[in-house]
């Protein structure tokens, strides 16, 4: 397997071009399946989980193809209305083919996702939300069979802010007779990437970016064609990189606005953070830092899938600082292994108190999952002596060319074939 070794860095100076949104293709992925046709997908990054969503798509009978950076998703031959277990409990994400596949074919079989390292992460949102359009929902054998003759449009209500929840059912309703109103729906910059994406197909949705979406059913949707947004949290994950080591970084190609609470985080810490069209720059350089207190909660607040990184850079930070995790209170797999590092940090339920300031020393580790393997990266990078980190197959599923984009900031990383 493929492992990690980091050792002791300076400040990292440089420029990078970010990847498209691994959490936007997705989706987009799946809204393919809403139409008969080549769908094109631009700007739409290599990773690993492309790779798993393109594989089920074939299960169900595309053919998915495409040059650099394009991908491009035949549904002529989709006719195995099925996701099995062995790809659905890689990546959670293929759950997304259920909504599509029950609005275009009128029934579909998908695996349960089951738990994942951080947690149970529950579906039950998404089933609600099928019931509601009329479809019928059972749960045999570890698997979700849903059938609906037509589905019909409904007026539903999350009671939490789900970004899957939303995407899925959203998708379903575009196939829907009549109008559905989605209330409190999520407004994550990966739904409006949806959103966009589906409008391009000919769907009929109104109130993009706010927490009420309505759509209006269409009788079918054409092949859609557009680009994905940038990755806001491989954006905000090199910006960490040149927070923890002192330095400066810049990422191109991003779109500032969607790292907002991001940066204010890192502006209260102490950086400069210098923003433009489509870059942003954090200099750390000559800066005095200081603790923060700050809680993860559904955009556009700080997400959860920046807390991890956060916490690697806190770590460094004299004082004491606090991280909440509002929305997965389970989610620090990460805690342990930095602490095999030499950071000092108390958990309790959903909060972390860091006492930063104390300086890390190289360890093995592991890394438990996709942003835990970003935050132990960090770590690795300012710990002196060496670092090895292994399982990175975590971190393939959601970042580009990693250790080439931090080689190219001065950072010491390379990867290696564990024994
Ligand atoms: C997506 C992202 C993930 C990110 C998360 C929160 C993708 C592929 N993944 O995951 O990277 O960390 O948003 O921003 O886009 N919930 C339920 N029932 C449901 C669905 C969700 O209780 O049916 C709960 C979850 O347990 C969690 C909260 O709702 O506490 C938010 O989860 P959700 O936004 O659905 O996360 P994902 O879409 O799975």
Redesign the pocket.
């Known amino acids: 397997m493929d492992a990690f070794r980091l050792s002791g860095n300076g400040p990292l100076d440089g420029a990078v071009d970010i990847s498209g949104a691994k959490?936007a293709v997705?989706p987009m992925m799946a809204s393919a399946l809403l139409a008969e046709g080549i769908s094109e997908i631009t700007n739409a990054p290599h990773l690993k989980d492309m790779k798993t969503m393109s594989d089920l798509l074939r299960v169900i009978g595309c053919r998915v193809f495409g040059g650099k950076n394009q991908l491009l998703v035949d549904t002529t031959g989709a006719d195995h209305l099925e996701a099995p277990y062995e790809l659905v409990k890689t990546m959670?994400?293929s759950f997304y083919v259920l909504g599509p596949l029950l609005a275009r074919f009128g029934r579909a079989r998908v695996s349960l996702p089951g738990g994942c390292a951080w947690g149970p992460?529950?579906?039950?949102?998404?089933l609600k939300g099928f019931e509601a359009l009329g479809a019928k929902v059972v749960v045999t054998h570890g698997y979700v069979e849903t059938t609906a003759e037509k589905l019909r449009g409904a007026n539903i209500t999350f009671p939490?802010?789900?970004?899957?929840?939303t995407a899925n059912v959203l998708m379903a309703a575009t196939l829907a007779e009549g109008t559905t109103v989605i209330n409190n729906a999520?407004v994550?910059p990966?739904i409006d990437a949806t959103v966009d994406y589906l409008l391009s197909m000919g769907a009929q949705i109104e109130g993009r970016g706010s927490r009420t979406l309505t759509i209006t059913g269409v009788e079918k949707l054409q092949p859609g064609k557009g680009a994905t947004i940038p990755d806001r949290i491989e954006a905000g994950t090199f910006l960490a990189a040149g927070l923890i080591s002192r330095g400066r970084v810049r990422v191109n190609k991003v779109d500032p606005q969607h790292l907002e609470a991001v940066l204010e985080v890192f502006r209260e810490i102490g950086a400069q953070v210098s923003v433009g069209s489509d870059w942003v720059e954090l200099d750390a350089r000559d800066s005095d830092l200081q603790a923060v207190s700050i809680k993860a909660i559904?955009y556009p607040g700080f997400?959860?899938?920046m807390q991890a990184q956060l916490m690697s850079v806190l770590t460094t930070v004299p004082g004491i600082s606090v991280i909440q995790d509002t929305?997965?209170n389970d989610r620090f797999m990460h805690v342990s292994e930095l602490k095999r590092l030499g950071a000092k940090i108390e958990l309790q339920g959903d909060t972390a108190t860091i006492h930063g300031g104390s300086s890390l020393t190289g360890a093995p580790v592991m890394a438990s999952d996709l942003r835990a393997s970003a935050a132990m990266v960090l770590a690795g990078l300012v710990a002196s002596s060496t670092t090895e980190i292994s399982r990175i197959y975590h971190l393939d599923r959601g970042y580009e060319n990693f250790e080439q984009k931090l080689q190219q900031l001065g950072g010491k990383i390379e990867r290696f074939v564990e024994q």
Not at 160 to 165: L, P, Q, T
């Open positions: 959490n997705l959670r994400a992460r529950p579906v039950d949102l998404h939490i802010s789900s970004v899957g929840a999520a994550e990966e559904p997400p959860t899938d929305i997965y």
